[in-house]
C-alpha cells in the first residue's frame, strides 16, 4: 500500500520574528489518515528515545513518566488578571558543548504541546517557533536570550490561563530536562473598611483622640485569593499584624483587623495610620490612609518679662508662650486674680503654639500680686496649664502727715506739746527721712525744742513760730516721697498783720483818708476793733468805732485832717476770744511838703550830648519827677534858642529865678539829662528842680556852662585838622619819618588817657566812700517810736513836761518816750 503525504508548514523565519509578533503559525496538512498516523509514530518514537536516554540515567532509575513530572523543579508565579506575566525555563545544557534540539511548552496534563521551538538545524537563533492557534497560544512567545534567562511571555492573562505549566527542553547529547511553572492568578479583596470603637465607619480623619486615652480602629476586607493579609502601619513601620478572620452569614468572607492603643501619646500627633490588605506577597498591598485628630494638652507655659525689676509706673512687656496644645491653646492673663481684657493683649497662634504678648504700667498697690499665664486647650476638658508669678514693684516712697494719737488739731494753744508721725509705703523701705517746716529742714535740737525720731517729729512748747506748715519726706532707692503739707495753726489773741506794725502816711489838709488796718488771729470770728489818737499835744483819745468799717481781720478808717492839730498817730487795736492785742497797729499822719532839691549834680561832656546827672533828694511825702531848665548867663550876647524847641513846663507857684528866661526844659522822672546842639562860645546856667504836688524845690545849679565846640562833631574832621598842623610843623620830614612820629604821639596820648582814667576813678571811689552830708530835714523818714509798750486804757500824766514828749514827731537823736501812756480805752463799749 502507498501512502502519499504532504505537508506544508508556511513559518517565518526565526530570525525576522520579533517577540511582541502575535502572528500563529499556518499549518496546511493534506494527508490521509496513514500519514497522520504516520507522523504521530514518529514523534512519538522520538520522545521514547529520549525518555529511554533519560530512565538509563542513575537519578531516574526505575521512575515512570508521571513520577518525572511531578519531581521537576517548581516555579511559582502570581499575576493579577490583565497581567503580562514571564513563566521562566533554564535552557543551558548541562555539558558547555551541547545544544538544544527542541523546547516544547505543556499545560496542566495536555499532550499536545501549547508552544515548541524546533532548534534541530542546530543554530538557535534560527529555530523555529511553533504555538496552538487558540486564544492562550497567540497571547505566548518564547523568549531565548541567555540560557537561563528563557521565558515564556504569557500577555494579559486570565482565569483560564492558571494552572502547572510544564518546559521539556532536549539537547543533541544530554538528557531532557523538565521545569514546572505554577501559574496563579491573584484575586484581590475589596478596599479596606475602618471603623471606630462605636462601630461608626471612618470615612476621613480619624478622631478626635485625647491625650493619654485609648484609641481603637477596626480595618476590615472582604475576599481576596489567596487569603489577604491585613496589616496596621506607621511611618513604615508595623503596628499590628494579627489578622482576624470571620464567618459571615454570605458566600463571602471577611478579613479585620483590630487595633487598639492603650495611652494617645504626642507622638501620633499629626501622623497617619495606613491599613494595608495583601492576598499575596508578589501583588501590590491595597492602602487606606487614616489621619489622626489628636488633642494635646498644652506641654509647656512660660511668662517672660522685658525687665527683672519692675517699677512703678513704668511699663514694661509681658510675654507668655505656650506650646504642645492641639488645637492652639487660648491664653489667659490674671493680674491677682483679676482678669485682664483683651485690648492690653497680642496673641499669635500657629499650629500647636501660642504667643501672647501683654503691656503693664504697674504700680505701688500691684506690689505683691501675682501674675498668671493660663494656657486652655478649649476642646480638651482639664487640658490646663499655667504659670504664676510673684510681683515685685519698685516705687518711690509715698508719704502722708498725722498727728499723733491723743493730739486734737483744733485746741491747740501756744506753750502745747505736739507729735507728728510721718507714715510711708514703699519698696524698698526708705534710707532716709527728713521733716520740713514751711519748707524749712528741720534738724534734731532738744534745745531749741526738736526731736526726731525714726519717723516722728516732737514739738516741745508750742510758739506761734510754730505755726505753718509742716512735711516729711523719705528717700529710698527708687525715688524721693514728699506728703502733703499739714497746717499747724494755735489760736491766739490779734496781732498786726505782717507789713502792717507800722506806716506813715503823707497828708495834707483836708484831705481824706482811707486807712486800712489788718490784723491776723485766731480764731478769726467776733474780731472787734478800736482806734486811737495821739496828736501832736501828746494828748491820747479814742476814735469812735462808728467811723470805722470792720469786716473780719480788717477795720477801715475815714480819716480827714483838718487842722495842724490833726497830724499825729493813730493806733488800731483789735481783740478776739483768745484775748486783746497787746502791740497796735501805728498809723502816723504827717503833713506833706514840697520835695528836697536834688544835690551832686555832675557835667559829663560825650561826643553826641551833654549829659546831666544829679541824685535825688526826699520826695516830701508824694511823688515827684525832675525838671531841667537852661538859661543864658545875662550880658552873653548872640544867645540862641536851642534846638529842639523848647518845651514849656507849666510854672510853678514861685515863679521864675531871675529876669532871664529859660531858652529850654525837659522833663524827666529821674534827675539824668541830656543836651543836644549847645552853641560853642557861649556861658550858660543850668537849673535842676524837684517837683510834686505840694510844689517844687529850689534849683540845684551847674553855673558858666561853656561848650568849647560844637558837640557831636565828626572825628574825621579832627583828625585831618590835627595832621594838617603836624605836616606844617614838620615840612621836611619825610613820609616814612611821619608815620614813625604819629604812631610816638598815639602812644604819648593812649599813656596820657590812662592816666587820667586811673585819676578819674579814684576821685569817684573817694566821693563814694566819704560820707553825705545832711541835707534839709526829711520828714518822708517816720520819727515816730516803737509803740511796744502801749497798754490799753491809758491815761494822761499831770506833767505837762512829759506831755510833750509823748508826740510821735520826735526827732531821732532824742530818746525813745513812752508811747500812749496810760490811755485806757474799753474796746467792748
Same mark, same amino acid.
Given at each position: 500500500?502507498?501512502?502519499?503525504?504532504?505537508?506544508?508548514?508556511? /513559518?517565518?523565519?526565526?530570525?525576522?520574528?520579533?517577540?511582541? *509578533?502575535?502572528?500563529?503559525?499556518?499549518?496546511?496538512? +493534506?494527508?490521509?489518515?496513514?500519514?497522520?498516523?504516520?507522523?504521530?509514530?514518529?514523534?512519538?518514537?522520538?520522545?521514547?528515545?529520549?525518555?529511554?536516554?533519560?530512565?538509563?540515567?542513575?537519578?531516574?532509575?526505575?521512575?515512570?513518566?508521571?513520577?518525572? &513530572?511531578?519531581?521537576?523543579?517548581?516555579?511559582?508565579?502570581?499575576?493579577?488578571?490583565?497581567?503580562?506575566?514571564?513563566?521562566?525555563?533554564?535552557?543551558?545544557?548541562?555539558?558547555?558543548?551541547?545544544?538544544?534540539?527542541?523546547?516544547?511548552?505543556?499545560?496542566?496534563? &495536555?499532550?499536545?504541546?501549547?508552544?515548541?521551538?524546533?532548534?534541530?538545524?542546530?543554530?538557535?537563533?534560527?529555530?523555529?517557533?511553533?504555538?496552538?492557534?487558540?486564544?492562550?497560544?497567540?497571547?505566548?512567545?518564547?523568549?531565548?536570550?541567555?540560557?537561563?534567562?528563557?521565558?515564556?511571555?504569557?500577555?494579559? !492573562?486570565?482565569?483560564?490561563?492558571?494552572?502547572?505549566?510544564?518546559?521539556?527542553? %532536549?539537547?543533541?547529547? *544530554?538528557?531532557?530536562?523538565?521545569?514546572?511553572? #505554577?501559574?496563579?492568578?491573584?484575586?484581590?479583596?475589596?478596599?479596606?473598611?475602618?471603623?471606630?470603637?462605636?462601630?461608626?465607619?471612618?470615612?476621613?480623619?480619624?478622631?478626635?483622640?485625647?491625650?493619654?486615652?485609648?484609641?481603637?480602629?477596626?480595618?476590615?476586607?472582604?475576599?481576596?485569593?489567596?487569603?489577604?493579609?491585613?496589616?496596621?502601619?506607621?511611618?513604615?513601620?508595623?503596628?499590628?499584624?494579627? !489578622?482576624?478572620?470571620?464567618?459571615?452569614?454570605?458566600?463571602? $468572607?471577611?478579613?479585620?483587623?483590630?487595633?487598639?492603643?492603650?495611652?494617645?501619646? $504626642?507622638?501620633?500627633?499629626?501622623?497617619?495610620?495606613?491599613?494595608?490588605?495583601?492576598?499575596?506577597?508578589?501583588?501590590?498591598?491595597?492602602?487606606?490612609?487614616?489621619?489622626?485628630?489628636?488633642?494635646?494638652?498644652?506641654? /509647656?507655659?512660660?511668662?517672660?518679662?522685658?525687665?527683672?525689676?519692675?517699677?512703678?509706673?513704668?511699663?514694661?512687656?509681658?510675654?507668655?508662650?505656650?506650646?504642645?496644645?492641639?488645637?492652639?491653646?487660648?491664653?489667659?492673663?490674671?493680674?491677682?486674680?483679676?482678669?485682664?481684657?483683651?485690648?492690653?493683649?497680642?496673641?499669635?497662634?500657629?499650629?500647636?503654639?501660642?504667643?501672647?504678648?501683654?503691656?503693664? &504700667?504697674?504700680?505701688?498697690?500691684?506690689?505683691?500680686?501675682?501674675?498668671?499665664?493660663?494656657?486652655?486647650?478649649?476642646?480638651?476638658?482639664?487640658?490646663?496649664?499655667?504659670?504664676?508669678?510673684?510681683?515685685?514693684?519698685?516705687?518711690?516712697?509715698?508719704?502722708?502727715?498725722?498727728?499723733?494719737?491723743?493730739?486734737?488739731?483744733? @485746741?491747740?494753744?501756744?506753750?502745747?506739746?505736739?507729735?507728728? !508721725?510721718?507714715?510711708?509705703?514703699?519698696?524698698?523701705?526708705?534710707?532716709?527721712?527728713?521733716?520740713?517746716?514751711?519748707?524749712?529742714?528741720?534738724?534734731? %535740737?532738744?534745745?531749741?525744742?526738736?526731736?526726731?525720731?525714726?519717723?516722728?517729729?516732737?514739738?516741745?512748747?508750742?510758739?506761734? %513760730?510754730?505755726?505753718?506748715?509742716?512735711?516729711?519726706?523719705?528717700? #529710698?532707692?527708687?525715688?524721693?516721697?514728699?506728703?502733703?503739707?499739714?497746717?499747724?495753726?494755735?489760736?491766739? =489773741?490779734?496781732?498786726?498783720?505782717?507789713?502792717?506794725?507800722?506806716?506813715?502816711?503823707? =497828708?495834707?489838709?483836708?484831705?481824706?483818708?482811707?486807712?486800712?488796718?489788718?490784723?491776723? &488771729?485766731?480764731?478769726?470770728?467776733?474780731?472787734?476793733?478800736?482806734?486811737?489818737?495821739?496828736?501832736?499835744?501828746?494828748?491820747?483819745?479814742?476814735?469812735? #468805732?462808728?467811723?470805722?468799717?470792720?469786716?473780719?481781720?480788717?477795720?477801715?478808717?475815714?480819716?480827714?485832717?483838718?487842722?495842724?492839730?490833726?497830724?499825729?498817730?493813730?493806733?488800731?487795736?483789735?481783740?478776739? *476770744?483768745?484775748?486783746?492785742? +497787746?502791740?497796735?497797729?501805728?498809723?502816723?499822719?504827717?503833713?506833706?511838703?514840697?520835695?528836697?532839691?536834688?544835690?551832686?549834680?555832675?557835667?559829663?561832656?560825650?561826643?553826641?550830648?551833654?549829659?546831666?546827672?544829679?541824685? =535825688?533828694?526826699?520826695?516830701?511825702?508824694?511823688?515827684?519827677?525832675?525838671?531841667?531848665?537852661?538859661?543864658?548867663?545875662?550880658? *552873653?550876647?548872640?544867645?540862641?534858642?536851642?534846638?529842639?524847641?523848647?518845651?514849656?513846663?507849666?510854672?510853678?507857684?514861685?515863679?521864675?529865678?531871675?529876669? /532871664?528866661?529859660?531858652?529850654?526844659?525837659?522833663?524827666?522822672?529821674?534827675?539824668?539829662?541830656?543836651?543836644?546842639?549847645?552853641?560853642?562860645?557861649?556861658?550858660?546856667?543850668?537849673?535842676?528842680?524837684?517837683?510834686?504836688?505840694?510844689?517844687?524845690?529850689?534849683?540845684?545849679?551847674?553855673?558858666?556852662?561853656?561848650?568849647?565846640?560844637? @558837640?557831636?562833631?565828626?572825628?574825621?574832621?579832627?583828625?585831618?585838622?590835627?595832621?594838617?598842623?603836624?605836616?606844617?610843623?614838620?615840612?621836611?620830614?619825610?613820609?616814612?619819618?611821619?608815620?614813625?612820629?604819629?604812631?610816638?604821639?598815639?602812644? /604819648?596820648?593812649?599813656?596820657?588817657?590812662? @592816666?587820667?582814667?586811673? @585819676?578819674?576813678?579814684?576821685?569817684?571811689?573817694?566821693?563814694?566812700?566819704?560820707?553825705?552830708?545832711?541835707?534839709?530835714?526829711?520828714?518822708?523818714?517816720?520819727?515816730?517810736?516803737?509803740?511796744?509798750?502801749?497798754?490799753?486804757?491809758? +491815761?494822761?500824766?499831770?506833767?505837762?513836761?512829759?506831755?510833750?514828749?509823748?508826740?510821735?514827731?520826735?526827732?531821732?537823736?532824742? #530818746?525813745?518816750?513812752?508811747?500812749?501812756?496810760?490811755?485806757?480805752?474799753?474796746?467792748?463799749?
Amino acid at each position: 500500500m502507498i501512502l502519499r503525504c504532504r505537508l506544508d508548514v508556511a /513559518v517565518p523565519r526565526a530570525s525576522t520574528r520579533t517577540p511582541d *509578533s502575535r502572528l500563529p503559525f499556518r499549518f496546511e496538512m +493534506r494527508c490521509t489518515s496513514g500519514h497522520v498516523f504516520l507522523t504521530s509514530l514518529l514523534i512519538l518514537l522520538r520522545a521514547r528515545r529520549a525518555n529511554t536516554a533519560t530512565e538509563d540515567s542513575p537519578e531516574f532509575q526505575n521512575k515512570g513518566p508521571t513520577t518525572y &513530572a511531578l519531581t521537576a523543579p517548581l516555579s511559582l508565579v502570581w499575576a493579577s488578571e490583565g497581567e503580562d506575566v514571564e513563566l521562566p525555563c533554564d535552557i543551558t545544557p548541562p555539558i558547555p558543548t551541547d545544544s538544544v534540539s527542541m523546547v516544547l511548552w505543556f499545560q496542566d496534563t &495536555a499532550g499536545i504541546p501549547l508552544y515548541s521551538l524546533d532548534a534541530r538545524s542546530g543554530d538557535l537563533s534560527k529555530a523555529i517557533h511553533w504555538a496552538v492557534s487558540d486564544d492562550l497560544g497567540k497571547r505566548t512567545y518564547f523568549q531565548i536570550g541567555d540560557g537561563h534567562r528563557a521565558k515564556l511571555k504569557v500577555t494579559k !492573562v486570565t482565569y483560564k490561563d492558571q494552572g502547572m505549566f510544564r518546559c521539556r527542553v %532536549d539537547f543533541i547529547n *544530554s538528557p531532557t530536562r523538565n521545569f514546572r511553572v #505554577n501559574l496563579t492568578l491573584v484575586e484581590e479583596p475589596t478596599k479596606p473598611v475602618i471603623h471606630d470603637a462605636q462601630g461608626r465607619e471612618v470615612t476621613g480623619v480619624g478622631g478626635p483622640y485625647l491625650e493619654g486615652y485609648s484609641l481603637a480602629l477596626t480595618c476590615q476586607v472582604s475576599g481576596g485569593r489567596p487569603k489577604p493579609s491585613v496589616t496596621w502601619w506607621k511611618d513604615g513601620e508595623i503596628l499590628d499584624s494579627v !489578622v482576624d478572620t470571620m464567618a459571615i452569614d454570605s458566600p463571602s $468572607k471577611f478579613t479585620a483587623n483590630h487595633l487598639y492603643i492603650d495611652r494617645v501619646t $504626642k507622638s501620633l500627633w499629626g501622623t497617619k495610620l495606613e491599613c494595608r490588605a495583601q492576598s499575596a506577597p508578589m501583588a501590590a498591598p491595597i492602602v487606606r490612609e487614616v489621619p489622626l485628630d489628636i488633642y494635646l494638652k498644652p506641654a /509647656v507655659v512660660k511668662i517672660v518679662l522685658s525687665e527683672e525689676q519692675i517699677y512703678a509706673g513704668r511699663p514694661i512687656a509681658a510675654r507668655c508662650e505656650t506650646w504642645g496644645s492641639s488645637p492652639a491653646a487660648r491664653i489667659v492673663w490674671r493680674l491677682g486674680g483679676q482678669v485682664i481684657g483683651d485690648p492690653n493683649v497680642a496673641t499669635t497662634q500657629r499650629s500647636n503654639s501660642t504667643v501672647s504678648k501683654l503691656a503693664l &504700667a504697674l504700680g505701688k498697690h500691684d506690689d505683691g500680686k501675682e501674675l498668671t499665664c493660663r494656657a486652655e486647650n478649649p476642646r480638651f476638658p482639664g487640658g490646663v496649664l499655667e504659670q504664676t508669678k510673684l510681683l515685685n514693684v519698685a516705687y518711690a516712697p509715698v508719704v502722708a502727715v498725722n498727728l499723733a494719737t491723743g493730739y486734737v488739731l483744733d @485746741i491747740l494753744r501756744e506753750g502745747d506739746d505736739l507729735k507728728l !508721725v510721718c507714715n510711708m509705703e514703699s519698696n524698698p523701705p526708705p534710707s532716709t527721712v527728713n521733716w520740713y517746716h514751711n519748707d524749712r529742714r528741720l534738724e534734731h %535740737d532738744v534745745a531749741e525744742g526738736t526731736m526726731i525720731a525714726s519717723n516722728t517729729l516732737t514739738l516741745r512748747v508750742l510758739t506761734l %513760730d510754730h505755726s505753718g506748715e509742716y512735711s516729711c519726706e523719705a528717700i #529710698n532707692s527708687v525715688g524721693v516721697g514728699q506728703s502733703p503739707p499739714i497746717h499747724i495753726r494755735m489760736k491766739y =489773741a490779734p496781732r498786726c498783720r505782717v507789713g502792717y506794725e507800722r506806716r506813715e502816711i503823707t =497828708a495834707g489838709r483836708h484831705e481824706p483818708l482811707s486807712l486800712r488796718c489788718e490784723v491776723d &488771729a485766731t480764731p478769726k470770728d467776733v474780731v472787734r476793733f478800736s482806734w486811737t489818737y495821739n496828736g501832736t499835744r501828746g494828748d491820747v483819745l479814742p476814735i469812735p #468805732n462808728s467811723r470805722a468799717q470792720n469786716n473780719g481781720l480788717v477795720s477801715v478808717l475815714e480819716y480827714t485832717p483838718a487842722a495842724d492839730t490833726d497830724f499825729g498817730t493813730l493806733a488800731c487795736w483789735a481783740s478776739n *476770744s483768745i484775748g486783746r492785742q +497787746r502791740t497796735p497797729c501805728i498809723f502816723n499822719i504827717v503833713p506833706g511838703k514840697p520835695p528836697q532839691p536834688p544835690f551832686d549834680c555832675s557835667l559829663h561832656n560825650e561826643t553826641s550830648s551833654l549829659e546831666v546827672n544829679c541824685v =535825688a533828694g526826699a520826695d516830701g511825702g508824694s511823688p515827684q519827677h525832675f525838671l531841667l531848665e537852661v538859661r543864658a548867663v545875662p550880658g *552873653s550876647p548872640g544867645v540862641v534858642q536851642v534846638n529842639p524847641p523848647t518845651l514849656h513846663a507849666p510854672q510853678s507857684d514861685q515863679g521864675t529865678v531871675g529876669e /532871664v528866661p529859660a531858652i529850654y526844659q525837659e522833663r524827666n522822672p529821674r534827675p539824668n539829662f541830656q543836651l543836644h546842639n549847645l552853641e560853642p562860645g557861649f556861658d550858660y546856667t543850668l537849673y535842676v528842680y524837684a517837683v510834686n504836688g505840694r510844689g517844687r524845690s529850689e534849683p540845684a545849679l551847674l553855673e558858666h556852662v561853656r561848650v568849647a565846640e560844637p @558837640i557831636g562833631g565828626k572825628m574825621e574832621e579832627r583828625t585831618g585838622i590835627f595832621l594838617e598842623d603836624l605836616k606844617k610843623a614838620l615840612p621836611k620830614a619825610s613820609s616814612e619819618n611821619l608815620i614813625i612820629v604819629i604812631a610816638l604821639t598815639g602812644a /604819648v596820648a593812649l599813656i596820657l588817657i590812662g @592816666i587820667g582814667v586811673v @585819676i578819674g576813678l579814684a576821685i569817684c571811689r573817694r566821693r563814694t566812700i566819704s560820707p553825705v552830708k545832711d541835707g534839709p530835714d526829711d520828714f518822708t523818714t517816720p520819727t515816730y517810736v516803737s509803740a511796744q509798750r502801749v497798754e490799753p486804757r491809758i +491815761r494822761y500824766s499831770g506833767d505837762s513836761r512829759r506831755s510833750q514828749r509823748t508826740s510821735l514827731y520826735v526827732e531821732e537823736n532824742r #530818746n525813745e518816750p513812752d508811747l500812749l501812756q496810760r490811755v485806757e480805752i474799753d474796746v467792748h463799749d
